[in-house]
């Protein structure tokens, strides 16, 4: 079936640190790739997607190429703030003709950010 | 502020009662979704409507119902309920029902069975 793995946390670095947080998946066919961002207290908040193979989703500074070869869409920050710090979220959704959105999450990893 | 508005925020109950979460979309999104988020499960979908009518099925045992109400908001019912169901259920909305459509998730309801 289809399915999403990430490393486990926490992630523990200092501010302005490289991130990285690896995440592979299992499907079928053509999947879209997602990283929700989950803040303390509130519901999960989509950060950046890819639709297509070799797509680079990016928004705030955090970026992630969709990797057919290695079926892989790691996450990335070139210098990681304080405020950061949330759990992040790897997840896929496949496409049945348009008709559903079944978001498949993988198990989060806690990313923690010092100044 | 996702315009994704759950209800209530927190709710203490017995096992083998039956509760309500309700759940208002964002304005204008049609689609709804519920999710539960557990620490052993991590995030599940349970169910998916659009409009009104049962659009996807995920792993939303028996005693869980829902449905979306023509003003497009949305309800949770869980019966009987069980210590094993406590969690975080996540209500979230799109504007149509496909994949290229992003969720909007609310802050959640946070369930404790004791």
């Known amino acids: 079936g289809n399915s999403v793995t990430q490393m486990e946390g926490p992630v523990t670095l200092s501010e302005e640190a490289f991130l990285t947080i690896n995440c592979t998946y299992t499907?079928?066919?053509?999947?879209?790739l997602f990283w929700y961002v989950q803040y303390p207290g509130e519901g999960l908040q989509l950060l950046l997607k890819?639709?297509?193979?070799?797509d680079k989703g990016s928004n705030k500074g955090f970026e992630a190429t969709y990797r057919k070869e290695t079926t892989s869409f790691h996450l990335e920050k070139g210098s990681v703030q304080v405020s950061d710090s949330a759990v992040y979220f790897c997840?896929?959704?496949?496409?049945?003709?348009?008709?559903?959105?079944?978001?498949?999450f993988g198990t989060g990893t806690l990313l923690a950010v010092q100044p | 502020d996702s315009g994704v508005t759950q209800t209530p925020k927190h709710l203490i109950t017995a096992t083998g009662q039956r509760v309500t979460l309700r759940c208002s979309p964002r304005?204008?999104?049609?689609?709804v979704y519920w999710y539960q988020q557990s620490l052993d499960q991590g995030l599940q979908f349970l169910i998916q409507?659009?409009?009104?009518?049962?659009?996807a099925k995920g792993n939303i045992l028996e005693r869980f119902s829902a449905q979306q109400f023509p003003d497009l908001h949305s309800e949770l019912n869980l019966s009987s309920l069980e210590l094993g169901d406590s969690a975080l259920y996540f209500c979230?909305?799109?504007?149509?029902?496909?994949?290229?459509?992003?969720?909007?998730f609310g802050n959640g309801t946070r369930l404790t069975v004791t």
């Open positions: 979230a909305s799109s504007v149509a029902p496909g994949v290229d459509s992003p969720l909007h």
């Open positions: 499907a079928t066919g053509y999947p879209s």
């Open positions: 890819a639709t297509k193979a070799d």
């Open positions: 997840a896929l959704s496949k496409r049945y003709g348009g008709a559903t959105n079944k978001l498949i």
């Open positions: 304005s204008g999104d049609l689609s």
């Open positions: 409507y659009y409009n009104g009518e049962e659009r």
